[in-house]
């Protein structure tokens, strides 16, 4: 379903976005989510996240800036409620929160992104997780062949010009290839970010100061017991999973949950789930559709199962 052309525009309406304003914007930023930003805003733009005290993930989250404005571009979850449950932290912090998703739209490039900025004199470094501005759009490397743009509403016009058009399946399947969750309000407090990969991803620091839940994810990555994993599925399934359907193993016993989907033909289905490890080489089978096979594809940040992949 992904086409080959030089360059093709997905847009992704489940990308919104919060502008963060006021002196004590990054400090307060800094305090809450899982990596700093200072230092990262104008050449970088790496996945983050917040925690509950728990642990779990709330939001998956970049952080951009520009003219002094910083800008969250939140994945999945409602804009309204994450200001909500932010703005309480604030305290006495000088920070405003405001939904900008009417100012801005998100949308996943495919194919020669580099090209295209050096037409337009400008430059991304080769990174996950860099990123650069031109002409006030946010462009932000995924791979070398895959980038978010975060674009103003009125040059979104302008953009889709430059571009061949794809629907937003064909982005959403570009994200679950590269194992990107979307975290809607339903999953929010489910899942240690461990659990989402969120430590291979490069969203979590361990040398930063504390900010929720970090005693939490520090002693389970210490201690290596992450027995639950995402990873990347796919089957010849007639319709898409549910969010939050089960994956069952030979016994009849749901190991695990999926959490993202998209059609990559007429046929396949894609789609990742959170499955316990040490069952994810066994004969799982999609709790909707049983009789349909389904097989692990890999992803690019896998984390190793050696010690539970069966012997040849």
Known sequence: MLTQTPLTLCPLPSICFIEATGPDTETFLNA??????????????????????????????????????WLLMTHGTHPGVLIQQLSVFILRDDVQLQDASAKWSGAIALGEIDRWLKDHNSTLGPNPGDATVTNGMFVIRMNSATAYLAVPEDAFPTIKSQFSMAGREEGELAEIRLGLSNLPPNLAERFLPQMLNLDQLGALSFDKGC????????????LGSVKRRLFRFSGLLREKPSIGSGLIDPAG????EILRTARANDQRVEFLAVVKTDTVYEHLVCSEEPGAQITKETLPTEVSLATTKPQA
């Open 32 to 69: 809450q989510l899982s990596r700093n930003v200072e230092g990262d805003p104008l050449s970088r733009s790496p996945l983050t996240a917040w925690h509950d005290s728990k642990g779990r993930v709330l939001a998956l989250l970049r952080a951009l800036q520009s003219n002094g404005k």
């Open 253 to 256: 016993i749901k190991v695990g």
């Open 211 to 222: 900010y929720p839940g970090q005693e939490v994810i520090a002693r389970i990555q210490n």
